[in-house]
């Protein structure tokens, strides 16, 4: 997050600092203080009050008064002793202080020191683990603290926010583990699913209230503590009493209502205002809901609570919690290149300058973020988290600004809040935030999930400004509408505008996938530009589109989605009216996993596509995320144009085609189909026993797939297809009868009525596409790491499956053309995938691909250069294909052929001069694709 300082120029503070204090006494009564003083002004820290004194606290291991040498709420305690003093005394002294501050006050940081040296302890660690302990402590001399600037950064704001560190992330798994065991105990007591939802949002409310300041610490568990009995049989009662309370101002309370409870705040926003049956408690309920209280409820995330709060209800979720939630870092992957990225930089840029920094917060203000499927609202709470922190950051400039002009330590408390403390100027407020859900119980865990986050940056806000408002009672909410996102009309639920922001994570459903009511959904959303081949996510595309069409200029929007809709004929009919309606790429994460960081965790492959449009001035350069590889980190690269496949290049439309684009090379098809239920295939451990069968031995060949060919693996089929076919030898062998039973009776049950039709010649593959001469195959699906296509030359004999495609190849000149850097880059940017791994297609990638007119020369070049390639393969005899081209590990001799065929085919291409790199590729071929299709209609 941006700070008010550098770290260039807090270091050279710092190395000020310690030669300033190198030659001192060291008295830690006479020069303590102004040490203190001076070391946080490195870190911008210069305000009086910022910094309490000899604060007063209670130590725990004595319970005796001390006094805490210098106490920065929320940051650091800082503890002294005189020159050569023992630390480690120090250090167990700070600790003692710790458990008497308030849980606002409680710093991340301890700092000890005797003025000669420094210690540092990082309390967001883990102190319990030995890895935790030595990650989470530095100790170093005074002369070196410049070196150790980045360990105490946190005083200057920054890191500071780290909301989503792993520490968060794992408090709520456990959070919600918690809830998940209360909810077993309540599931099954007759109580109405409408009402145990509303009973475990109001749970869960009262839970974070008692950890988080929300009311007295632990006021709820007291109540359960001495208002309800162990049984159970009056906590229903009491609860309702209590929910009831809740829901009603001070004013209007009963004069009799009982002491304890009367002592909680009103909290309003409609969380206890729906009337419940009273529930039936048993004892063992009632214990785990005193159990759910001994949790510490303040360290949760919102968001990624929210989200595997939403897990609780169902019993195979509750299994997995844990490894299914959307971590924030991936959320932010979405909002930053949105609109988060520009805003904190212009604040870095402007940080010096009052009146564009007033700009930037009644532009924040002005700002409105919509995710219209919204789920439990983790989208929602990380981009409200986000911008509420950066209009504090702001506040806390402008303020130093204006109190560098006016030196007023009053004006600190009263600049942005009237006298009852309350709110006189926040910029992102809660009603700023519009979300749809098809579902009720999601959509009420959002709506107190953005409550949560309201509080916690209100924190944040009293931490960093030394004063916040209160969140009680709410006065504000999130707009949460419970509907079908494609049959609604989203200017309804939030008036458009330039500065709208639509953000979320639709649901991902293929095109076999979708239920009759799926399909309609998508054919309500799109109108007359439906396709059948359009994935379920293209709908939330289109309808933003269509919200923003009332907006002349400007609006932004960015959706997670599968990385298909980038991929084949699908292309086109998203893109196309999207790119005539005005909208560009802004940003695009190519293919990468979309997991959390929990162990065993879920991933599924997506691209991120994030959309503008308005003036040209208004527009930022886009940037295109690439991915080494689907889990590596990210790199950004600002680039002139992304297209829809997610490349950079122009806006072009690959179409599928039945026959090659390209006069210089012919048709490629797919292998045999079996469709057999793995009847008429034999593997490795069944070939002794149908070696052994001379009957069936006739018919046995090997039979390759892409995963054979590239992993070196031997699979058999039973092929009676040739003319030496005997149906005799059927009944003659128990081995072949038996399989072509099964076969014939899978056949039989499946939906198709051709298949079903095939039962009838169940000793035949049901599509048979063999060479009958020897051949090249394709596998149909390799590594996306692979910087090649692994093709090989295979007999006639080889039986190729229907993950192999094929084509006669007499003079190897299409193994060749296979083999380079073009195809592969072509396949890369406009094939399809099978997750994150490439998938090959002949109508898609192989006859689309632009090779021009190849000269009889030309072509004698590549064909001697692919021998080449296959000369270099011979020399690692008994190494698979997918050894011998591991990225990491390829045979320098290999790599050199490899380098040659590409100059050659690069050659073909048109190159002029030699291409150094697949984007120089890339840009070629799309040239080519252009000039060869311009005639077509």
Not at 252 to 280: C, K, M, W
Not at 310 to 327: C, D, F, I, M, W
Not at 857 to 878: F, N, Y
Not at 880 to 895: E, F, G, H
Request: aromatic share 8%; with cysteine.
């Amino acid at each position: 997050m941006p700070a008010s300082l550098s770290l260039n120029a807090i270091r050279s503070r710092c190395a000020v600092f310690a030669h300033d204090w190198n030659d001192c006494v060291g008295d830690e009564k006479q020069e303590g203080h102004e040490f203190m003083r001076e070391l946080m002004k490195c870190f911008g820290i210069t305000k009086r009050k910022a910094i309490a004194y000899e604060k007063r606290s209670n130590r725990a291991s004595t319970g005796r008064q001390g006094y805490i040498d210098a106490l920065i709420p929320g940051k650091a305690l800082i503890e002294m002793k005189s020159a050569g003093k023992d630390l480690d005394r120090a250090e167990e002294q700070a600790l003692d202080y710790i458990h008497d501050l308030a849980d606002i006050e409680t710093p991340r940081l301890l700092i000890i020191s005797d003025f000669r040296r420094i210690r540092i302890i990082d309390l967001d660690h883990d102190m319990t683990t030995t890895e935790g302990i030595e990650s989470g402590r530095t100790e170093f001399e005074l002369v070196k603290l410049p070196d150790h600037v980045d360990d105490l950064k946190s005083l200057a704001g920054y890191g500071m926010l780290q909301v989503g560190s792993r520490e968060q992330e794992q408090a709520s798994i456990r959070a919600a583990r918690v809830m998940a065991d209360l909810y077993e105990a309540l599931d099954g007591s007759g109580y109405s699913d409408h009402e145990a939802s509303i009973f475990l949002i109001r749970t869960l409310f009262c839970l974070y209230g008692d950890d988080a300041g929300l009311w007295e610490r632990d006021l709820f568990t007291e109540f359960l503590d001495t208002r309800t009995h162990e049984d159970g049989s009056d906590l229903g009662a009491q609860l309702a009493l209590l929910y009831q309370t809740l829901n009603t101002p001070a004013e209007r309370r009963q004069s009799t209502l009982d002491e304890l409870i009367s002592r909680f705040p009103y909290v309003n926003g409609g969380i206890f205002a729906e009337p419940l049956s009273i529930p039936s408690f048993s004892s063992t309920m009632r214990e785990e809901l005193v159990r759910a209280c001994a949790f510490d409820w303040s360290g949760i995330s919102p968001a990624v609570f929210g989200s595997l709060f939403q897990a609780v209800k169902s019993p195979e979720a509750r299994r997995e919690l844990g490894e299914h939630y959307t971590s924030e870092t991936n959320i932010l992957k979405t909002l930053g290149p949105l609109f988060l990225d520009d805003l904190r930089e212009r604040f870095a840029e402007h940080t010096h300058d009052l009146t564009k920094l007033k700009s930037l917060r009644k532009e924040l203000g002005e700002l409105r973020v919509m995710d219209p499927a919204c789920g439990c609202g983790n989208f929602l709470v990380v981009a409200y988290r986000e911008l509420r922190h950066l209009d504090t950051e702001i506040l806390r400039r402008i303020r130093e600004l204006e109190l560098s002009r006016k030196n007023s330590d009053e004006f600190q408390s009263t600049m942005f809040f009237d006298d009852q403390g309350e709110s006189a100027d926040i910029a992102v407020q809660l009603d700023h935030f519009f979300g749809i859900e098809i579902e009720e119980w999601p959509a009420r865990i959002a709506q107190t999930a953005l409550h949560l986050a309201h509080h916690q940056a209100n924190r944040e806000m009293e931490r960093l400004l030394g004063q916040a408002p209160s969140i009680l009672p709410l006065s504000s909410s999130a707009h949460i509408t419970i509907g079908n996102a494609l049959r609604t009309e989203w200017t309804q639920v939030c008036p458009p505008s330039p500065s709208v922001r639509i953000i979320g994570n639709p649901p991902f459903i293929g095109q076999y996938m979708r239920s009759e009511e799926q399909t309609d959904d998508l054919r309500f959303a799109w109108g007359d530009g439906y396709d059948g081949y359009l994935d379920y996510v293209t709908g939330w595309f289109i309808k933003a589109s269509h919200y923003f069409q009332s907006v002349p200029n400007g609006g932004r929007f960015a959706f997670v989605s599968t990385n298909s809709i980038t991929q084949g004929a699908p292309v086109a009919a998203l893109f196309r009216p999207l790119l005539e309606g005005g909208w560009r790429i802004r940003f695009a994460h190519q293919t990468f996993a979309w997991t959390s960081e929990a162990p065993g965790a879920a991933a599924v492959h997506c691209v991120i596509t994030g959309f503008d449009r308005g003036a040209p001035h208004e527009k930022a350069r886009p940037v295109l995320f690439t991915y080494s590889d689907p889990k590596a980190q990210p790199e950004a690269l600002p680039v002139d144009h992304i297209n829809p496949y997610l490349v950079e290049g122009p806006d072009i439309f690959i179409k599928a085609r039945t026959h090659p684009l390209s006069p210089s090379i012919t048709p490629i098809r797919r292998g045999s189909q079996p469709t057999d239920g793995g009847n008429l295939i034999v593997e490795r451990d069944e070939y002794p026993q149908f070696a052994s069968d001379p009957i069936a031995m006739k018919y046995l060949r090997p039979f390759r797939m892409g995963q054979e060919i590239v992993q070196g693996l031997d699979r058999w089929c039973l092929w009676m297809a040739d003319d030496d076919f005997n149906p005799q030898d059927i009944l003659k062998s128990s081995l072949l009868r038996e399989r072509v039973q099964k076969c014939g009776v899978f056949r039989s049950k499946s939906k198709k009525k051709i298949t079903r039709e095939n039962a009838n010649i169940s000793h035949l593959f049901q599509e048979i596409r063999q060479p009958l001469a020897p051949y090249v195959g394709i596998p149909s699906v390799v590594s996306e790491t692979r910087r090649f296509y692994t093709a090989a030359h295979l007999t006639e004999q080889v039986i190729a499956g229907n993950q192999l495609y094929t084509a006669l190849d007499p003079d190897s000149f299409l193994f060749a053309i296979i083999s380079s850097s073009m195809l592969i880059t072509w396949q890369k940017a406009i094939g399809g995938r099978l997750e994150s791994r490439l998938r090959f297609a002949n109508k898609v990638v192989w006859n689309t691909l632009p090779l021009p007119a190849v000269s009889d020369k030309q072509r004698a070049e590549i064909i001697a250069a692919g021998q080449g390639v296959l000369d270099a393969r011979a020399e690692q005899p008994g190494v698979s294909l997918a050894d011998m081209y591991n990225p990491l590990a390829m045979a320098p001799s290999l790599l050199k052929a490899h380098r040659v065929l590409d100059r050659a085919v690069d050659r073909a291409f048109g190159a002029k001069t030699p291409l150094e790199t697949n984007e120089e590729r890339l840009a070629l071929l799309f040239k080519r694709y252009q000039e060869m299709t311009a005639t077509d209609s």
